[in-house]
């Protein structure tokens, strides 16, 4: 940006004042009217500097003091307790005594930071004029009644404290002071705002994004447009805050980002949840399902109430729990291993936080291997620490059971006590065996064959497997904060947005030029305003990666958790292909190979971004065949404006480099037909190298961006001329057929006409 | 800065309540509802410290609902951060820009402008955290800091301030490891 803040002059009141200290940091933030430094006359300064250096307050060069670290202090159980029957209490005396605490709390602290100030500030040097002297609470004290009675109490030096002119930040002047002018106050370009305040100086936000049409002459001369003096871009950082900055500080960041993304070779990657990497539902018919199936997972999540506008319900002090079902993706573990040292992923869905939270953990662990989630580990905490509790009761007893059978054979008279004293014994082991939800089975057994040893191998294998377990879970976290780490961005972090849009800016913003994009709807991107710049408006970016949506057949017709699936426009063997066949997750990790490899096989100087790439790739696919839709698109959609968006088989067709015509002839090779029996199906059946294929190659070919066989695609051909394989038939027989032209076509149509 | 302070309030309570405990009820619901709340001028209200049987007066029917309106005035311990003041915070969330920070239930945003210079291309995305450049201080998620509110504002009975800790004697306190007293 070519904006330069204001500048504004610290002036002497003379030129014959000298600056003694400055009170304020230099380069940091000061309010109309704050005290900037304390000036005096120019003989008085070697006394004052004597002085000052002498009740060490002078700082060393600029550096940053930094406060004493400590411990936290957490208050002990008990305090609390005690703290929480001391509530009731008439309101006269606590009144005085919280503000009275709160006082003296607040004195002690002052005392305590004072002492520890002065002692390391002790080593101080005279040269006052670059250095920045610290504020300690009696120097600011000093300051005020100097301003005030216009002379430090103690010396007779005059001392007189400059007032910041503006809001801004303080600068000194780096050559030599000349009029009297020291340095200067910077006004705040106001980086970024949150909440309305400026992220920097705090003050209100000011009409700057959008609603300021600043046309002056000036600035719209200068930018050739009539775009706002500056314009803000709204982010939304890890943990759903929404951030807007400036242009300027946008683009250093993206410069930062790029700059750390080539420095460790990767890319962006932003990942969809839903029918992308897995299949959700909140339906209690998938628990029978969760057994039986190793790729089902569940969590648990409060479902949010909402509050009763005139405040008449209580709130409910329990939250209410729902299970989802989560089915994996085929081939996820595979995929998620192959991006992840190649991108840096980040999760963008229309679920809420706490379930993409919860999703990213349960993929890790799906990564390292492990089923058992939060609830399971504390069962089997439990389960653990019931036998280790068995084990001991089981050890003591038999310990006594030893020793007392030693004295019994001194005494006689022991043994009606221990057989009374067994008889209780065996009574509690059976207690604390029903108690154990790790096998109901054993609770039945005898209770004499619970030996110690027993009990201790049924220990140790819980033993390790808990320790297992949670050494698994404890990785998972690890590598989900590795992989995933603060980039998740949910429906509820982005509010304002609406429920069917994503922005690419909102993560990236200056539009991801490093990001690929991995979803099973493009609405939703093609719906933000800003998501793309190469491409028309109202299309999805170039950066995106469409998926086939991944439908798990059990959970077919349960209702979805968050957003419906993306449109399927292949509309096609759902049935005949089972879902364990799936191979999407392959070709895309194929795909994000290439280009990984494309992208920094590169010169850095003629660096293509990523969603130029993506397009280049594209374009590879299907280059040199001629299509012809049939059945696709409506026909008076033909005509388009050049900016309208395409119909999404179209702009398939196109990006995937395949030439589109309108009618059927010698140079089509595809003839992509909805159903069969149209004009132009017909048509394509008339030469020789033209093939008749469904739309759900096109699909096939633009989700794995790969040319996908034929074969399995083609549409059967008519019954009269079954014989015959439609695409490559002998070329009399193509002669003969072009020969029988309209008389052949016309009948059928006729005949089929009558059927109806 | 906690103070405590005098406030009013009104609650309406429908015909039902109406009974033997009806200063208690209109007690309970004067809790839940102001509890937590952030006035525009005042702060948030921490604690409703005690409701004087006698200042609660009696209620005026509204006759388009049979509702009563009680106007109820009680002490409250309020929580209100004032520009320039110094406290305590403990980081929660770190990330390119800044990091947040929360004292109680306000939430403070501390931009990494208004970090030391040798903090300000300190943040490392991989742990999540603000490091300086001598690799001594790291602020992460759930570390104490020093800062000092720089501006505030209540929207929607929430209170967003912004902090700095750009000055001497600001900055990490501690590292989250808490210990039991």
Known sequence: MSETPKRTDICLPSEKHVVLTWKVKLGSHVQQGETIAMCCLEEDAEVARSKIASSASTATKSTHKRPKRGRRLIPSPASIAAAKTAKPLPAQPIDSNTTHNLHQKLAERLAKSKPSAAAENKASDETLDDSTPITTEDEHEKATVSATTKKAPKESVQTTPILSPVNGFVHESKDEATNGVIGYIEECLHPGFVGGLCVVCGTAKLEIDGNDNDLSPNSSSLTGNSEPRQKNTLVTVSGGVTVSISQQESQEMAKLDIERLLGIKKLCLVLDLDHTLLHATADP?????????????????????????????????????????????????????????????????????????????????????????????????????????????????????????????????????????????????????????????????????????????????????????????????????????????????????????????????????????????????????????????????????????????????????????????????????????????????????DLHTLYYSQQNGTRQTVPQLLSRMRKNVLKGTNLVLSGLVPLNRDVLLPDAPRPTIVRYAESLGAQLQKNVDVSVTHVVAAKDGTDKAIAARKFPRTVLIKPSWLMECYWSMSRRRSLAHLMTPIPSRSSSPVPMPKPAEAAEESSDDEDDLAAEFEEELMNY | MFYVKQLEHEIVLTPVHFGPKLKATIVRLLKEEVEGLALANYGYVVNVIEVPEDQIKSGIIEYDSGDVVFTVKYTALLLRPFINEVLDAVVTQCNALGFFAFCGPLRIFVSKHSMPEEMFNGFDGSKDAWISDDKEVVISSGCGVRLRIKGRTVEQGNITAIGTIKDNYLGQIDDGETMES
């Open chain 1, 285 to 593: 018919r998938a628990q029978p399902l969760c057994e039986s199936n190793d790729d089902v997972r569940t969590l648990r999540l409060p479902i949010v109430m909402e509050a009763q506008p005139n405040g008449q319900t209580q709130p409910s002090q329990q939250p209410v729990f729902m299970t989802h079902y989560v089915k994996l993706r085929p081939h996820l573990k595979e995929f998620l291993n192959s991006v992840r040292d190649a991108y840096e992923l980040s999760v963008y869905t229309a679920g809420t936080r706490q379930y993409a939270e919860e999703i990213t953990i349960i993929l890790c662990r799906h990564l390292v291997g492990t089923k058992l989630d939060m609830l399971e580990l504390e069962k089997l905490r439990y389960a653990t620490f019931v036998a280790q509790q068995e084990y001991e009761t089981q050890v003591r007893l038999e310990k006594k059971r030893k020793s007392d059978s030693n004295e019994g054979a001194d005494e006689g008279g022991a043994d009606s006590k221990q057989a009374v004293k067994r008889k209780k014994v065996s009574f509690g082991v059976d207690e604390v065996k029903t108690y154990n939800t790790t096998s109901s089975a054993d609770a039945n057994a005898p209770v004499e064959k619970k030996t110690a040893e027993v009990l201790k191998t049924k220990l140790d294998e819980l033993k390790a497997e808990l320790s297992k377990g949670e050494e698994m879970e404890k990785e998972a976290q690890k590598l989900r904060q590795s992989i995933f780490g603060s980039r998740v961005v949910s429906r509820t972090d982005v509010g304002d947005l609406g429920r069917d849009v994503k922005s690419l800016r909102r993560i990236f913003p200056c539009g991801g030029t490093m990001a690929a994009v991995l979803d099973d709807r493009e609405d939703v991107w093609a719906n933000a305003s800003d998501n793309s710049e190469t491409t028309r408006k109202g299309e999805p970016p170039s950066n995106l990666l469409l998926v086939k949506p991944y439908h798990f057949s059990a959970f077919q017709g349960f209702a979805d958790v968050n957003n419906a699936a993306g449109v399927d426009l292949s509309a096609s063997n759902q049935s005949t292909e089972t879902e364990e066949n799936d191979i999407q997750l392959i070709w895309t990790g194929q795909i994000l190979k």
